[in-house]
């Protein structure tokens, strides 16, 4: 079993920055991507963004590009999510995901665990 645990959320005002963090624990000895995505109320859960286990490869929503940088570092098992230039659209909860293959996915079903999530709310 693996455990994610999100935090960082918090209540910013539009145009500021927040810098999301995703710690992984229990069974992580293998290889894995690991990927953000976000639900808004009433909204379905959508992709943010996906970083390879190489860190070489990352994806990213069209509606975050330019703004948000995913990273990680394997040494601390943790997956960072820096969101600069925040929108108000942007609030949500943010989940951390992981997905059992080396290589960064884009949808939901790829990801095999997943975190409880952390707010992200933006004032206009």
């Known amino acids: 079993q693996v455990q994610l645990v999100e935090s960082g959320g918090g209540l910013v005002q539009a145009g500021g920055s927040l810098r999301l963090s995703c710690v992984a624990s229990?069974?992580?000895?293998?290889?894995?991507?690991m990927g953000w995505f976000r639900q808004a109320p009433g909204k379905e859960r959508e992709f943010v963004a996906a970083?390879?286990?190489?860190?070489?490869?990352?994806y990213y929503a069209d509606s975050v590009k330019g703004r948000f940088t995913i990273s990680r570092d394997n040494a601390k098992n943790t997956v960072y999510l820096q969101m600069n230039s925040l929108k108000f659209d942007d609030t949500a909860v943010y989940y951390c995901?992981?997905?059992?293959?080396?290589?960064?996915?884009?949808?939901?079903?790829?990801?095999?665990?997943w975190g409880q999530g952390t707010q992200v709310t933006v004032s206009s």
């Open positions: 995901a992981l997905d059992l293959s080396a290589d960064a996915r884009t949808t939901i079903k790829s990801y095999d665990y």
């Open positions: 229990g069974r992580t000895s293998s290889m894995y991507a």
């Open positions: 970083i390879s286990w190489s860190g070489g490869t990352t």
